[in-house]
């Protein structure tokens, strides 16, 4: 029989993921209730935490091993019904996170799931907050549907909350177009034929805390193909870790989320994109810590 890795992100040993020491926190949250096209976004979780255990857990560019500060993984948020009802489970599951100063990574699911998580974020930080969004699509219609917490709303309740950045955005109704800050807005075409003072402008704008929340379609479908709705036209993989490295560097990073992956076998390339995204990120957020 082959050797099972240990449970949780990044397949550690126990020591390393020691509830009573781990100053990271991954929480899973398998929600797939409002999505429109195809299904499966509740298998994104489990499929990024399988594919972690197959990491080096060294970081080349920051020349770091993040795991040593601790990564607990937490049992995961199981939720059947309206994303109304979640947000309010996220939003107290990922306030318990920053009482007990963890620093949260929630993996979706689809991207209702961010909301609790915007909402916990805005509680605990108030006007030093700011949001910014790496994502394909705008997600900013008040209402779809029939719920205001619909994966397709989930920016309209973050700007309800802190000042938005919405990056990669290449899919949009009209009537979002309408109400949106242009300048806050990177769209993805914007950014494939201009130099690379786009990031700057994005960071700038932020405030001194910043929640950061990654759909996976926010990527060109050449890298990551595994997400429910793709877009042509999207992010490189290196255009999102500078984006990220310039963030962490200007401003504090108190949280993120991945959402949007889902799995396909004959597509593991995308599970591990996901999952290495999120230790990339997590290593360029305590390298400065
Ligand atoms: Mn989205």
Redesign the pocket.
Known sequence: MPKKPPPGFGGLPAEFRNPKTAQIAVLPIPYDKTSTWQKGADKGPATIIAASANMELYDIPTRSEVYRRGIQTLSPIRHAGSPDKLADKVQKATSALFTAAKFPVLLGGE?SISIGAFRAAAAKYGDSLSILQI?A?A?TREEYLGSKCN?AC?MARARELAPITQVGIRAIDAEEVARLDPQRVFYAHTITTEPDNWMAAAVDQQRPNVYVTI?L?GFDPSLVPATGTPEPGGLSWNQVNQLLEMLTAERNVIGFDV??LLPKKELWASDFVAAKLVYRFLSTIFARR
Do not use: G, L, T
């Open positions: 991207h994502d699509h997600d994966h989930v759909d379609d959402v949007e």
